[in-house]
């Protein structure tokens, strides 16, 4: 038994494509301790929530191994996979599409349970789904109510009471609040935080939001193009970024400072089409630092400092 | 709800007026009655007394107003050529067409369903082209063709079922039901398969599987389920043309329904009888569309919200 909740180690999803294989997901490994969250940024196609959701086996990875309490998932039968579930939930970006317009909150919130025979005793299921309304903040008089007649903040809630219904240990938040409205955004923060706090969840936090990230994760884990580019403590990573797309996102965060002094770092081009990627560091294209080497080389991700893990062939030192 | 079914029904009934006028002055145009009870040999005094004495000479919305308050009041659509009464030959003839209607409907919903979702569900893959060219080949082949390609095997050659008729046996009714169930199904299966398309890359669905729900109920209980209303409109709309009597079925089948006997009429000048079938079939198709409509309510809980609202 390892002493980590979660640990994916070489994971890969590729899919076909008539252009060639685009590797969403190339080569990722990482651990995740019991208790607490993982971030995971990057722009829009670095393979973030493919990731999320290939981890989760939503998606069938093309390789690699996933150990959740030790145990292979990717190894495990359809069945297997669907007991599973019941400890490894995902909340999702879109509140809006992610709810089956034709069902009630009750059955969207209950369906779980169902499927695991905790729902058997009808007096007992609806108990269940009113605590869990309770705890994510919905009122009860939603009971029957349908998704649409919520807005994005309360329906975000169901995804989050669906998500808990079976007391998961470990929960994928997959930009959980990008739709939302900012006000609402720091609602369901502080709920999920308070969730984490109470039931000792586990999480990987997807998002493309630097500042909720710094708010949010323990770790954070920077991706582009299907990989780890740098991975570190939360407060390190944002105090010492080393490679240079971190620096680049960072210096990207909007300041609520007139005259502020700081040098953004502006980036060339759109991001690289991931089908067909050229030799060496997938950056080099867009990267201010870029030298002989990175086009030849693929950079390995090491440990820089304890904890500090980056892949980048001229990291910038500590400033 | 309520509210809004009355509401509905009575929009009807000024568009029935419209379509009655429509088909009543319509029909009449198509021939002078008088000159077909009196025959070719008539004078033109002997068809002026014959104009007189069916009333013709009246402006045509005193006419129009004359039956149709007969029609409402009464129940009586006046009479054919040959001294029928309309309404009688009318019932006599729809529950053969009714219950071919309702057999074929059937038969299309139990071939074209199963047979959408499959396609749907193994997009691209061999068992969907084959169900698509099948839907293909059912939806280009003519009716007539299929239907007397089948009664020179079955009835002609083999000998197993009647090549024509409705003996109240359900070796009548074999043929024609299948028949006509083959171009709705292929219709449907096309309609099903693209709506199920549609709902299998929903959001909800990856939810659903999250949720650790089996892929049967994934897809039977909420992709279906939300593909159901173009699936619904297609079978309704379907159901109100067999109704009215598929034409062409019926006179290769011989099947003594309205279909056919409303072209009878039409051929022969009969002009009474003929209004009377496509009025109480514009009535009848009314009614079925009405009813699909009310369906969405129960299969989408949105639209029972607009329904509500009135």
Known sequence: ?319 | MLRYFVKRVLTLVPILLVVAFLVFWLMGQTGDPARTMAGETATEEQLEMMREELGLNTPIAVRFGRWLSDAVLRGDFGESLYGKDCWQEFALRFPHTLKLAIASILLTVVIAVPFGIISAVKQNSWVDTLLSSTAMLGLSMPTFWMGMLLIVLFSVQLGWLPSGGDDGSIYSLLMPMFCSAVNNAALVTRMTRSSMVDQIRADYLRTARAKGVSEKKVILKHALKNALIPIITTIGTQLSFLIGGTTVIETVFSWPGVGSYTVASIRSNDFMPATCNVVLISILTAVILLVVDMLYAFVDPRIKARYKRG
């Open chain 1, 1 to 319: 038994m390892s002493e980590y909740l979660l640990e994916v180690k070489d994971l890969n999803k590729h899919f076909d494509t008539p252009k060639g294989v685009l590797r969403a997901v190339d080569g990722v490994s990482f651990t995740l301790e019991k208790g607490k969250t993982l971030g995971i940024v990057g722009e829009s196609g670095s393979g973030k929530s493919t990731a999320g959701r290939t981890i989760l086996r939503l998606l069938e990875p093309t390789s690699g191994t996933v150990l959740f309490e030790g145990k292979d998932i990717t190894k495990l039968s359809r069945k297997e996979m669907r007991a599973m579930r019941k400890d490894m939930q995902i909340i999702f970006q879109d509140p809006f599409s992610s709810l089956d317009p034709k069902m009630p909150i009750s059955r969207l919130i209950g369906e779980p349970l169902l499927q695991t025979g905790m729902g058997k005793n009808k007096k007992q299921m609806e108990q269940r789904v009113l605590e869990l309304m309770e705890t994510v903040g919905l009122p009860p008089r939603l009971y029957n109510a349908y998704p649409h007649e919520l807005d994005g903040g309360r329906r975000q809630r169901v995804g989050i009471a669906r998500a808990l219904a079976l007391d998961p240990k470990f929960i994928v938040c997959d930009e959980p609040v990008s739709a939302l409205d900012v006000s609402i955004q720091a609602q369901i923060l502080n709920l999920l935080k308070q969730l984490q706090r109470e039931r000792g969840l586990t999480y990987i936090f997807i998002t493309h939001d630097l500042s909720v990230i710094y708010y949010f994760a323990d770790e954070i884990a920077v991706m582009y193009l299907g990989k780890i580019v740098e991975r570190a403590p939360a407060e390190e990573l944002f105090a010492h970024p080393m490679h240079p797309y971190t620096q680049a996102l960072l210096s990207a965060i909007p300041e609520p400072r007139l005259n502020s002094t700081r040098k953004r770092i502006l980036l060339k081009g759109e991001i690289t089409s991931p089908i067909g990627l050229p030799k060496g560091c997938r950056f080099a294209p867009r990267c201010e630092k870029c030298c002989e080497n990175c086009t030849q080389v693929e950079p390995e991700l090491v440990e820089v400092t304890p904890g500090h893990f980056v892949a980048c062939h001229c990291p910038l030192a500590y400033e």
